[in-house]
């Protein structure tokens, strides 16, 4: 009995029209980022487990996918090795390499890799696939795309504001309305001390960061859990139910704050960002809110720290990044700083296809079927075939020269709006007839009429 075909889960098929879908996402996001001045790269889909450990906290590390050596990847080990339980001791012997978590780490690793090639300030962008060994659900894929940018080089602020731009350009341009979300590991760090507990600050934002995702009663659970007291829990809970406008919580924060200098920092670098966006016009037209339970989880952030929702669909967050000051150093460069966003595509994919947000021209579907009468006929169809192709309209001819029901059949399930006949009669006077395979309506016409029909008709 054969074998049913199936795909991992987590993953997913995109026929000839989702793909039309997603190439719109792609080339929009790549639009924008190119008028701010960035340059594309790509990096492998696999890099070394050496280049990924460590990077991401003890969560990310699990969520690694990694990759047998090739060979005998089992030479050297005896049954010692699977009977005592250290499984990480013995992933590592067995594997040397993983599928990329993310974009950003790749990026570090290849701005030191190639640092005598870059100019600084380097500004990349970056749309490939990654993969995360998550429990798939929805709006969570196993292999998902990631649209980043990032600037290397640059202590500046402006860089942040100039992401926040990028952020409202796309949204605005896919007409999706969304909060962009904004805070700084620097106001968690101050906060982590405020509370007494400052070495505790990766626990503190890995449970702080699933708040939308479990409930307050649930992250205080965890804190509780990762030796959090229960006196800092308490000194958290107004700070976590903070409300106003973005002005009342800096000023709060400046006084909750005051004896933390860190803290202080953060506070200063937030308020730069956003008054610069509100004081110099920037056309900022969707919400953003500085938000103090955002906290980003990955433990290479060390600045402002950005996420965006969408307002008209449950789903998790579609963009998010932050500013990185130590990244590079892991791999031999120190006091490199950075800054970056990544488009989340496939959730994105997903709010424009509940919205049905799609403009009508996404397509890249054929637009003229050439129907096949013979040999003689198709001679004669080719030339004119090539000159609307010149003209960028998308065509093709059958290439049977089968009944013509099959092929004005397989013209309406392609959904194509247009079929061209040519018979000996059209030869003879020198035109072909073009059908409007939606009205129905034939017209004689002469092959140089033919694009301002078929423009002027669709």
Not at 6 to 17: A, C, E
Not at 120 to 141: N, T
Not at 188 to 216: C, H, P, Q, R, Y
Not at 300 to 318: P, Q
């Amino acid at each position: 009995m054969s074998q049913k075909p199936s795909i991992p889960k987590g993953t997913r098929d995109f026929g000839p029209q989702e793909m039309s879908r997603r190439n719109y996402i792609f080339n929009t996001i790549r639009e924008v980022y190119s008028l701010y001045g960035f340059q594309q790269i790509e990096t492998p889909a696999m890099e070394n487990l050496s280049t990924l450990m460590g990077k991401y906290g003890e969560e990310g590390d699990k969520l690694l996918f990694k990759i047998l050596n090739s060979g005998d990847f089992l030479r050297g080990l005896s049954t010692d090795n699977f009977d005592n339980g250290a499984t990480g001791h013995l992933a590592a012997q067995l594997c040397e390499k993983g599928l990329r978590y993310d974009l950003t780490v790749p990026f570090a690793r290849y701005v030191v890799q190639h640092r005598e090639e870059l100019t600084l300030p380097f500004r990349r962008y970056q749309i490939q696939p990654v993969w995360r060994a998550d429990r798939p659900q929805k709006g969570r894929y196993r292999e998902f795309y990631q649209c980043d940018a990032d600037v290397v080089g640059s202590d500046s602020l402006l860089c942040e504001v100039e992401l926040m731009q990028i952020i409202n350009t796309v949204f605005r341009r896919f007409g999706i309305r969304v909060c962009i979300k904004i805070n700084n590991r620097k106001i968690l760090s101050g906060i982590a001390e405020m509370i007494g507990e400052a070495e505790k600050i990766v626990d503190i934002t890995v449970a702080i960061d699933k708040l939308d995702k479990i409930g307050l009663d649930a992250v205080n659970e965890e804190l509780r859990q990762d030796g959090i007291s229960e006196e800092a829990i308490q000194k958290l809970q107004p700070i976590i139910n903070l409300s106003g406008t973005n002005a009342e919580k800096i000023a709060t924060m400046r006084q909750v704050l005051a004896g933390s200098e860190i803290g202080q920092k953060g506070i200063d670098e937030v308020e730069y960002v956003l008054n610069i966006i509100q004081n110099s016009k920037l056309k900022i037209q969707n919400y953003v809110e500085l938000d103090l339970t955002l906290a980003r989880g990955l433990n290479y952030y060390t600045g402002c720290i950005f996420e965006v929702k969408a307002l008209d669909v449950e789903i998790g967050s579609i963009t998010g990044g932050g500013r990185y000051d130590n990244l590079t150093g892991i791999f031999g460069m120190p006091g490199l700083s950075g800054v970056g966003i990544s488009f989340g595509a496939d959730r994105i994919y997903d709010v424009l296809n509940q919205l049905d947000l799609y403009p009508e021209a996404v397509t890249t579907a054929t637009q003229v079927l050439f129907i096949n009468f013979g040999e003689k006929e198709t001679a004669y169809s080719l030339p004119i075939l090539v000159n609307l192709r010149e003209q960028g309209i998308r065509c093709e001819i059958y290439p049977d020269a089968s009944k013509i029901k099959k092929q004005m059949q397989y013209a309406n399930q392609k959904g194509i709006p247009f079929v061209i006949m040519t018979g000996e009669t059209e030869m003879a006077e020198g035109k072909v007839m073009l059908k409007n395979m939606e009205t129905g309506e034939q017209q004689l016409v002469t092959p140089n009429e033919l694009c301002r029909f078929i423009v002027h008709s669709a």
